[in-house]
């Protein structure tokens, strides 16, 4: 990774962390996507607008990153697109049963010390590395 991709990445890293601070500080909220989202729907009353400013805000960051960077925003994945929706279903289930994803695990929950976020953590970053290995390397299930 050359020197720009390395800022980027810790400017990224840098502005996810204080969003997640931010939310925290004024209005007492995790910054947890999974728990964020699941949320919005059924609406409960006066809890749901910060919601959707917070996901509008998500996805308008990265479309204006997009928008000044000259990156498209869509990368191609070299795997069968079944695969790819089982690995979605896998993924919603397993961020359900864990009661949680990345975000709120692993920038969140390992901040507060959560041990809970520390094995959910470390399942991810196992699971993430299994599955790099299968499909980079093994099982030949790449297409």
């Keep these: 990774m050359d020197s720009s ?6 400017l990224g890293g840098f502005l996810i962390g204080l969003a997640a601070c ?16 699941k ?18 805000g998500l996805l308008s960051a990265a479309g204006v990153y997009f928008a000044h960077s000259g990156q498209g925003g869509l990368s191609r994945v070299p795997v069968a697109p079944a695969l ?7 993924t919603g289930w397993g ?3 864990g009661n949680g994803c990345t975000s709120g695990h692993g920038v969140c929950g390992l901040a507060r010390f959560s041990k809970r976020s520390m094995v959910a953590t470390a399942c991810f ?13 093994g099982l030949g299930w790449a297409v």
Aim: hydrophobic share 65%; no cysteine.
């Design 5 to 10: 991709g390395l800022f980027n990445a810790a």
């Design 22 to 37: 931010v939310l925290m500080l004024f209005n007492g909220r995790i910054a947890g996507i999974t728990g964020v989202v």
């Design 39 to 56: 949320r919005v729907w059924p609406p409960v009353s006066g809890d749901v607008m910060w919601r959707v400013a917070f996901v509008l």
């Design 84 to 90: 790819l929706v089982v690995a979605g279903l896998l």
């Design 95 to 97: 961020t359900s049963m």
């Design 125 to 137: 970053l196992l699971a993430g590395v299994a599955t790099t290995a299968v499909v980079r390397h």
